[in-house]
């Protein structure tokens, strides 16, 4: 059984940065399309940053020029830096991704900016 294991997020006053990473563990053979989600509570979880396997990564408008997706195929670790945070940047975040084929998501980490 594969999975993915969040680490990083925390408290930080507006305009500093954070560094989130996954790693996925387990038996694997393939990573397609990882990418992070926020949560709020009340609202549903909106697509952060997305990036395949090969090929550029797409943002949402609100996070963009301030985070950047990464990954490492070699590691099959994929990461959020985020930099320039707000205060409504506060949420859950979560990985996500396409593990042999099967859609699975991390345990999701608390980012909260102070104003």
């Known amino acids: 059984q594969a999975q993915f294991v969040e680490s990083g997020g925390g408290l930080v006053q507006s305009g500093g940065s954070l560094r989130l990473s996954c790693a996925a563990s387990?038996?694997?053979?393939?990573?397609?399309?990882m990418a992070w989600y926020r949560q709020t509570p009340g609202k549903q979880r909106e697509l952060v940053a997305v990036?395949?396997?090969?090929?550029?990564?797409t943002y949402a408008d609100s996070v963009k020029g301030r985070f950047t997706i990464s990954r490492d195929n070699a590691k099959n670790t994929v990461s959020l830096q985020l930099n320039s945070l707000k205060p409504e940047d506060t949420a859950v975040y979560y990985c996500?991704?396409?593990?042999?084929?099967?859609?699975?998501w991390g345990q999701g980490t608390q980012v909260t900016v102070s104003s």
């Open positions: 990036i395949p396997t090969g090929g550029s990564a």
């Open positions: 387990g038996s694997i053979f393939s990573i397609n399309r």
């Open positions: 996500h991704g396409f593990i042999n084929l099967a859609p699975y």
